[in-house]
């Protein structure tokens, strides 16, 4: 009898203590800036969906990555390290699926894990107990997805609308009720090429968006990264497979004539489209073409046009994912499960909407590098708070080990934020932020760099040119006055630079930059 009694006490405890374990839903949108939801800014779409996980818990205002790009970024959210420690550096890396990874690590604290939507890491995912991916970057109409079993399934629909709906149908259907879950919801939107789903595509492209105060700016004099890079929405973004004009209507205008490769691209992906959904894309899109063909338009006429398409496209993407994460706070409350659920929503990183004349990510600016971050913990987080501490993406898996009652390896290079989870005003966890930029020579030849940001400065180098940029993050937000020429900074520049040699040495960065002088 005492045995039993015992038996069912210990049984209760290990219940208690598992149940008392907060479920996690993690969402990553794919280059989502902060300035494409309204809780951070109001002036180009409301997304009241996304919004009301920063009501209802914090918002977060100086969250970071360590190096913007898809893969990476994702590398770093499984093992809370750096590129150069995971391997992952750039995009053409594959994964290494056996390391010891934070869904492995939550499976061993009792969690049921599950991924689904976007990987993007070549490898297959291990760890989670189901998973169902995109291969590659994922197509936006009647995507195909990767199944546990190796196998490719194609579905109808659209692919924010079903990755929601592989999510939901998981925790219905496939959860293990007697633990705690770890669910990674990674959409591929808004990423390029923004096709926008049937429902957004009309009521977004009749719309007029404001332009950012860099749309116009200049490359003469910034230095050779500026000079080199091949994001600019004039030069590099192409009318046809991203902006969905008909090469038909370009032909007779030698300064914007595509060549075959662009012209073959933009046909092979308008024949992945679904018939019906083609022909509704071709009719509204016409009048881009229309517009082309009659203005003729060059420069800055050309800018401001093409700004426009671009953010048409870009956010009504945004708007499906707004309205998915009402589907699934919806499903949360219904379900019962929001009480014990953190839900944490972020972008991989950020992303340019125009500022520099730009698209992409990439560079250490604060566009690309720094990325929205929304947590809403019931009960735990206070409700609509802002936290302005310093947080780098190598501290998310810390942080979510945490939530979990599990030990932080030593070998994450992270630390949790659990404690500003639950006060908003504890103390920052990073003086200094480190970044390391590698991929070079394929999409937008951006120049690998490195550098520190501290909470008012900011030192970049980009080593294989030799040069230094330098900002005063406080009076120049927007990063157009390179100071590393001005003698006023000169002591507050070498002791960055210190900062910077120290902080490689705390990540044990030992390549490829060399000895910095
Ligand atoms: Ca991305």
């Not at 080990?401 to 030990?407: C, E, K, R, S």
């Not at 180098?461 to 900074?489: A, G, M, P």
């Amino acid at each position: 009898m005492k045995l039993l009694f015992f038996v069912i006490s210990i049984a209760c405890i290990c219940y208690t203590g598992l149940a008392q374990k907060p479920n996690i839903i993690y969402i990553m949108t794919d280059d989502q800036s902060e300035n494409a939801i309204s809780a951070y800014n109001k002036t180009l779409i409301a997304t009241p969906n996304i919004d009301r996980i920063a009501k209802e818990g914090i918002r977060f205002t100086n969250f970071f990555v360590g190096n913007s790009i898809c893969g990476p970024v994702r590398a770093t959210l499984l093992t809370g390290q750096h590129s150069h420690k995971n391997g992952m550096k750039d995009n053409r890396t594959r994964f290494d699926s056996s390391k010891i990874t934070l869904p492995k690590l939550m499976q061993q604290a009792g969690y049921q894990t599950a991924h689904v939507g976007k990987w993007h890491l070549q490898s297959y995912p291990t760890g989670f107990d189901y998973w169902k991916i995109f291969p590659g970057q994922g197509f936006y109409y009647d995507p195909r997805f990767i199944v546990m079993n190796g196998d490719t399934v194609q579905q109808t629909g659209y692919a924010t609308d079903l990755v929601t709906d592989e999510a939901m149908l998981w925790m219905k259907e496939k959860r293990d009720l007697s633990k705690p879950f770890l669910l990674f919801m990674h959409y591929n939107a808004p990423h390029r090429n923004f096709f926008p789903s049937p429902k957004y595509i009309k009521q977004y492209s009749t719309k007029k968006f404001l332009e950012p105060a860099t749309l116009y700016s200049d490359t003469a004099g910034r230095g050779s990264a500026w000079r080199i890079q091949t994001m600019s929405i004039l030069y590099d973004m192409k009318l046809c497979s991203d902006l969905k004009v008909d090469p038909a209507y370009l032909m007779d205008n030698p300064s914007l004539r595509p060549d075959s490769a662009e012209i073959n691209y933009y046909h092979s992906i308008m024949q992945r489209i679904p018939e019906k959904q083609r022909k509704q894309i071709k009719e509204i899109y016409t009048e881009r073409g229309k517009i082309l063909q009659e203005q003729k338009p060059t420069g800055k006429k050309l800018l401001a046009l093409k700004y426009q398409w671009y953010m048409q496209d870009y956010l009504a993407c945004v708007a499906s994912v707004d309205e998915n994460i009402g589907r699934m706070s919806k499903f949360l409350d219904s379900s019962g499960l929001t009480k014990n659920t953190v839900v944490i929503y972020t972008s991989d990183q950020g992303f340019f909407l125009g500022e520099n004349g730009w698209f992409d990510k990439r560079f250490m600016y604060d566009v690309s590098m720094r990325t929205p971050l929304l947590i809403r913990w019931p009960q735990k987080t206070k409700a609509g708070v802002v936290a302005a501490q310093m947080l780098q993406n190598i501290d998310l898996a810390p942080t979510m080990l945490d939530l979990a009652g599990a030990v932080v390896p030593g070998w994450m290079q992270g630390v949790s934020f659990k404690p500003i989870l639950l006060n908003n005003k504890a103390p920052s966890l990073h003086p200094s932020l480190y970044y390391h930029y590698y991929e070079f020579g394929r999409d937008h030849s951006v120049l690998p760099h490195l550098g520190i940001r501290a909470k008012r400065y900011k030192l970049i180098y980009f080593y294989t040119v030799n040069e230094w940029q330098f900002y005063d993050l406080q009076n120049d937000t927007q990063e157009q006055n390179n100071l590393i020429h001005s003698k006023e900074h000169e002591a507050i520049l070498q002791r960055l630079k210190m900062e910077l040699i120290q902080l490689r040495k705390h990540y044990d960065d030992t390549g490829p930059a060399g000895e910095l002088k």
